[in-house]
């Protein structure tokens, strides 16, 4: 079974931090996604990898940054925390071509407060 | 661009009940469509899909049917059980790998 694992389930951080989300995945994926979920909004994407050192803006790249060092594992950082920015937000991979490519696994999520 | 319509929840039901979740659609060409379930705690797993029109996706009594002259593809169940408590989203891709969600849609079974 493939397995998409978050660093942490939860995390409360301040205002200003940096945050750091971390994502592994263990089936050889080439694509990587971070998507953040809200009430009545859905999934909205922020950024996906389709490789190594590849990264393309989704959706809502605003406040975020990301990082693809190695084929597993997929990194959101936010600069400098604010308010807007506490979510849950959940980290999701798939193949790289043909029909697999659009079936998306997904992590159990990180639900980030920030205050 | 591509955009999903989910009915707006939360939708109850008693076990044993019928299920329809609504769900329309706006794409260019060909998108294929999904049916995601997010049960409490967890992140979402693939429901359903179905990737050319007329196709009928159908996983654990649930089914879809891919209707393009309506533009819908509509979330139904013969029987819900109070396990399929949970919240459920609508989704196209319509090339590339980026899927589009609806809002999503809580499901709650009751005894």
């Known amino acids: 079974d493939v397995k998409v694992t978050q660093s942490s389930r939860y995390l409360v951080k301040r205002t200003g931090e940096k945050v750091f989300l971390e994502c592994v995945q263990d089936m050889d994926h080439e694509n990587m996604f971070w998507y953040r979920q809200d009430p009545g909004l859905g999934l909205r994407l922020i950024y996906f990898?389709?490789?190594?050192?590849m990264k393309e803006k989704g959706d809502i790249p605003e406040g975020y940054s990301v990082s693809r060092e190695k084929k597993e594992r997929f990194s959101l950082i936010l600069e400098s925390a604010s308010t807007n920015q506490t979510s849950m937000y959940l980290c999701a991979s798939s193949l790289g071509w043909g029909q697999g490519a659009y079936e998306q696994y997904f992590g159990p999520g990180t639900r980030l407060t920030v205050t | 661009g591509n955009s999903v319509t989910q009915m707006e929840g939360p939708v109850t039901l008693s076990e044993e009940a019928f299920l329809t979740i609504n769900c329309t659609y706006t794409a260019t060409g060909y998108p294929s469509l999904f049916w995601y379930v997010q049960y409490p705690g967890e992140g979402l797993q693939l429901l359903l899909k179905a990737t050319k029109a007329d196709d009928k996706g159908s996983n654990k009594g649930f089914e879809a049917t891919y209707r393009k002259e309506t533009t819908s593809f509509h979330l139904e169940k013969g029987s819900v059980q109070v396990s399929d408590s949970a919240v459920y989203f609508c989704?196209?891709?319509?090339?590339?790998?980026?899927?589009?969600f609806g809002t999503g849609t809580q499901l709650k079974v009751e005894l």
């Open positions: 990898s389709y490789d190594v050192k």
């Open positions: 989704a196209l891709t319509g090339g590339g790998n980026k899927l589009t």
